[in-house]
């Protein structure tokens, strides 16, 4: 049978998404540095041109979205499937062994014994903006804010102009994932020099203007800045045993994640991997502020 000029349009615009997804994924998530621009612009105007010609072809997730679209009136609110809680600060060891005693009464209370082998992971610290993701079956549905810890703001459209979010994840899962959307130290003073040529005030830092650029109204604002997204914990769906495996398992859908966790089984080790990254805090294109610990 041959195919109509529909079904051979459908199937190149098909390849040409995964075609883009690859490289999205090559250059953003896996810093591939055989990929160029020049080559993903140029399927990204050939897929552009069809959709255009052909609407009926377009999807809500499709690369083009990540252009930016049309500009906003306001946010929805949404209310989160699972409660956003806050970090608890430490600041001492005495805080840390407080903290430690807590939880090991807590699962002793859980499983009728003293747990003798916990351990911990450690997670860089991104001072960023946390964001909760909802997946259904592989695709995006929505992207909020944190909000007040039960009901956020509706961002989809502007995460969608965000390259390290994957659109479509690389295995069909319903899921809600977790993480933090960042301004690279490189786009935060390239965003300062701008402003100080055209004599307006300079933002103060990174962080502030990743928020203020997330609740833009206008998608395409959104797309300049160049905002970028870490992932950290998926908070529903199919849960991996252990904190560790859960950030393997979001790498391989095609997150982004911080690849410099480590797992320990003492006190005393994570204050000395604490100490190693306060030396190197402005090492990154992000800003550390302070470590994550969890039990894993």
């Known amino acids: 049978m041959i195919p109509t000029m529909q079904t051979q349009r459908e199937q190149k615009v098909q390849k040409l998404r995964e075609q883009i997804n690859d490289l999205r994924y090559r250059y953003h998530v896996l810093n591939d540095p055989e990929v160029t621009d ?7 105007n050939e897929l552009k041109k069809i959709e255009d010609e052909h609407p009926e072809l377009k999807t809500k997730n499709s690369p083009t979205e990540r252009i ?6 306001k946010f929805d609110k949404v209310t989160h499937a699972v409660r956003q809680w806050s970090f608890h600060d430490a600041f001492t060891r005495e805080d840390l062994e407080q903290w430690q005693e807590r939880n090991i009464k807590i699962l002793e209370k859980k499983l009728g014994n003293k747990p003798k082998d916990l351990n911990y992971t450690t997670e860089l610290k991104i001072d960023g903006l946390h964001l909760v993701l909802t997946y259904e079956q592989g695709e995006i549905k929505t992207a909020a804010t944190r909000g007040d810890g039960k009901i956020g703001e509706d961002v989809t459209q502007n995460i969608k102009t965000i390259h390290t979010i994957p659109l479509s994840l690389k295995q069909p899962e319903s899921l809600i994932v977790e993480g933090e959307v960042w301004l690279s130290t490189t786009q935060f003073t390239r965003l300062n020099k701008q402003r100080e040529q055209a004599g307006e005030p300079l ?5 502030n203007v990743a928020a203020g650029t997330i609740r833009q109204l206008d998608p395409k604002i959104v797309a300049e800045r160049k905002l970028s997204f870490t992932a950290y914990d998926i908070s529903a769906g199919n849960v991996p045993d252990n904190q560790k495996q859960e ?10 994640i911080d690849d410099h966790t480590k797992v320990y089984n003492n006190i005393d080790d994570i204050i000395d991997h604490w100490k190693l990254w306060n030396k190197k805090r402005t090492s990154k294109e992000y800003w550390i502020d302070g470590l994550v610990i969890k039990i894993n």
């Open 203 to 207: 933002y103060a830092n990174p962080r």
């Open 247 to 256: 950030l393997e398992k979001l790498k391989t859908l095609g997150f982004v």
């Open 68 to 73: 930016g679209s049309q500009v906003q009136e």
């Open 38 to 44: 020049h080559m993903y612009e140029g399927l990204m």
